[in-house]
């Protein structure tokens, strides 16, 4: 849900990835066999105490990757590709795509684009989990053609990621 995500996403770009979107990819996206499970507080290494604190509420939980599932025929796991005809099959509600300007967030209920939030947004801003109720930090893109994408639990691929909690 964004209400979890955004804060954990913002917070992990800004600290723990140093502002470095080339390597929040690389761990979020290329590190991974297939998905997530669950995004963690591992990811607030760096972040300092308070904010910490803010977001999680003193609670901590590790990130839990998908890289120990069984197939139906024994075959090894592969990604799951996330498109717009796919993704009503595979239970996400939300999809996160990390772009050199921010995270958007897509309502995997409703096709098309979502509103981006760009990554100098302040961690501890209180989102719901209805965009339509977010403080005015937030832009909308312009519909791009989408390729198919390596899901994560969402929608991760090139500069494009997702995970659930």
């Known amino acids: 849900m964004p209400s979890h995500h955004l804060p954990i996403l913002l917070a992990a770009y800004q600290y723990k990835f140093g502002r470095d979107i ?8 290329d590190a991974i066999a297939v998905g997530w499970a ?8 760096g972040v300092p105490p308070t ?3 803010a977001l999680t509420g003193g609670e901590h939980w590790p ?3 998908l890289d120990h ?4 025929d024994g075959s090894p796991s592969v990604r799951m ?3 717009d005809t796919t993704v009503g099959d595979l239970g996400t509600p939300w999809g996160y795509v990390l772009h050199p300007r921010g995270i958007e967030v897509i309502s995997t209920a409703h096709a098309g684009t979502g509103p981006l939030v760009t990554w100098d947004t302040d961690p501890s801003t209180p989102f ?5 109720h977010w403080p005015a930090i937030t832009t909308c893109r312009t519909p791009t053609t989408r ?12 500069p494009r990621t997702a995970a659930r909690r």
């Open 63 to 65: 990130s839990r990757t």
């Open 147 to 158: 390729t198919p994408l390596p899901a994560a639990g969402a929608a991760p691929t090139g």
């Open 69 to 72: 599932l069984i197939t139906p």
């Open 51 to 53: 904010l910490v604190v």
């Open 128 to 132: 719901s989990d209805h965009p339509a």
């Open 22 to 29: 080339e390597a929040m990819c690389r761990h979020l996206i």
């Open 38 to 45: 669950e995004l963690g507080t591992d990811l607030l290494d």
């Open 81 to 83: 590709t996330v498109t």
